[in-house]
């Protein structure tokens, strides 16, 4: 009877990722003691989540993309909220979590709706045609996205800055044959084809353009949301250091002097009642 609970209990969490036994970490395989100071980063990240070691240049162009998702200053709430926490006196884990507990469909998760829409349209025949049909294509797709198409468009940038070298590395990558570049192509085609059905330009921004790169390199569209997850966690532990330095005490998101809209009943007295 022991040795079937015993059974049991080894089964409940099954992995192929670590092997941890007494005085031994192994990782996919390999001696925990083997990796440090032989990979980086990037590589172990790859090593992890799928199973076997980047080349060099698979490594460069994923670091390339995650880094354009790094911090996009106290403008974007996983940063905000993160020094709003550290003023209320919490730890830096806390902080942290906090921070990117805030990015999901709306702020963050457009890279993933991103991924999908791209390689909906590359798996699609009918996206092969003119700009216009394409361009009416992946309008009818943002649909499920709110009428919004993701990737492209900044609330803050004209032209985001980050897209452009981002893309432009995608495009060695291609030219050297790291990857097959379907999906960065069909990428600047859809702001071609928005910009055919709209008249005017609205240009991609960085989770297109890391977002094709990550498909590219075979992530699947949610692995999209964790790695921006990742890069952002880099920018919301400098702000959240930073802002524990300077012993400010209960921000909130507006000064104390600044005012707010109220819209609720006017004033009123139970004791009148």
Known sequence: ?????????SQWWRTSITEVKPNSIRLRGYAVEELIGRIGFIDMLWLLVRGDLPTAPQARLLESAMLGGVDHGPHAPSIAI???AVTCGV???????????????????AIEQSMELLRGLVND???????????????????????????????????DPRSPRVLELASQAAQEGVIDGKFVHMAQRVEDAIAAVKGKPIPMNVDAAAGAVYLELGFEPPMGRALLVLSRSLGV????????????????PVPKSSDYAYEGPAPRSLIDR
């Open 1 to 9: 009877m022991d040795h079937v609970r015993n059974d049991e209990v």
């Open 82 to 84: 993160a020094r709003m």
């Open 91 to 109: 730890g830096m884990n806390t902080a942290v979590a906090e921070g990117i507990g805030v990015l999901g469909d709306i702020h963050g998760g």
């Open 125 to 159: 025949e009918t996206s092969t045609g003119d700009l216009l049909s394409l361009g009416q294509d992946v309008f009818e797709r943002s649909q499920a996205y709110g009428g919004f198409v993701p990737g492209y468009g900044h609330r803050f940038h004209k032209r």
């Open 237 to 252: 532990i400098a702000h959240a250091w930073e802002q524990s330095g300077r012993k400010e005490r209960i921000k909130g």
